[in-house]
């Protein structure tokens, strides 16, 4: 439950920050920078709940993506 809340926080500060709703995440998760910072946050704050992104974001390898999002940002 903890983790839920995290992660759903963790949304909804993206989506504020870029000004859409919920439902629109997929459209700003094809900006590079919009992806990098999602899986930087969701790494830093151990909300990589594989099953529940791949369900939401239709992504799949989630810790293979977050590292190579990690490696490319730094």
């Known amino acids: 439950m903890f983790l839920e809340n995290r992660y759903e926080k963790i949304i909804e500060i993206i989506c504020s920050a870029r000004g859409v709703k919920k439902e629109e995440l997929l459209e700003i998760l094809d900006e590079e920078e919009c992806r990098n910072l999602l899986f930087l946050m969701l790494k830093k ?9 791949s369900k939401e974001l239709k992504i799949n390898n989630i810790k293979k993506k977050a590292e190579r999002q990690k490696n490319n940002f730094l």
């Open 45 to 53: 704050y151990n909300c990589m709940d594989e099953e529940k992104l």
